[in-house]
């Protein structure tokens, strides 16, 4: 009898370390799983089910350091849908044509989806101005681009919009002889940026 009742206490006791082991382990499983609510989320979704959003959005065109255009853009959600955003731009050799020059935009995208994720519409106003070989080009107007936002848990972003401008131009040379031109020309953007609070 006291050999049985030692077994059962050896097995009791073997039993109770190995649930604690156990509720260990699926601890430290939970903690390496991305829930929201208790619920499964792939890793990096969880932006997509939750309605808050990180206001400020800084980004760039990294391919456009390759052709001699730097530019910055800066924006700031006004609401869950609209943000304004403005881009400052600097040409050196743009292109390895020797032009130089700098530009800048200021836009109203309005997201359908959410802030910074999904589909847009952005209207806007830009100016540019280039040099090249004692002539000058500047010129001005709206533009309207469409495009899509994605963003990921950490705030990282890419953005890519395209669409059309309407431009009044003037080029004026080393004579101060000026010529006045308007259409249309394309207008769009491929950025990488970082949205935070």
Do not use: C
Not at 6 to 26: E, K
Not at 116 to 141: A, H, I, M, P, T
């Amino acid at each position: 009898m006291k050999k049985f009742a030692l077994l059962a206490s050896l097995s009791l006791a073997a039993v109770a370390l190995s649930s604690t082991a156990r509720a260990a382990d699926v601890k430290a499983e939970a903690d390496q799983v991305n829930t929201l609510n208790g619920q499964l989320v792939e890793v990096g979704d969880r932006n997509k089910f939750i309605l808050s959003y990180k206001p400020w959005n800084v980004s760039t065109n990294p391919l456009g350091l390759m052709y001699g255009s730097y530019a910055l853009s800066v924006s700031r959600a006004v609401s869950d849908s609209v943000a304004l955003r403005a881009d400052l731009e600097y040409l050196n050799d743009y292109m390895s044509t020797g032009m130089s020059g700098f530009g800048a935009v200021a836009g109203v995208p309005i997201y359908f989806k959410k802030m910074y994720d999904g589909f847009l519409l952005e209207g806007g106003f830009r100016y540019q101005n280039f040099n090249k070989d004692n002539v000058s080009l500047s010129y001005y107007g709206p533009q309207v681009l469409v495009g899509w936002h994605w963003i990921w848990d950490s705030g990282w972003n890419i953005a890519a919009a395209f669409g059309m401008g309407r431009i009044w131009a003037s080029a004026t040379d080393s004579q101060n002889e000026t010529d006045k031109v308007s259409g249309t020309l394309p207008a769009g953007y491929l950025r990488v940026g970082y949205a935070f609070e």
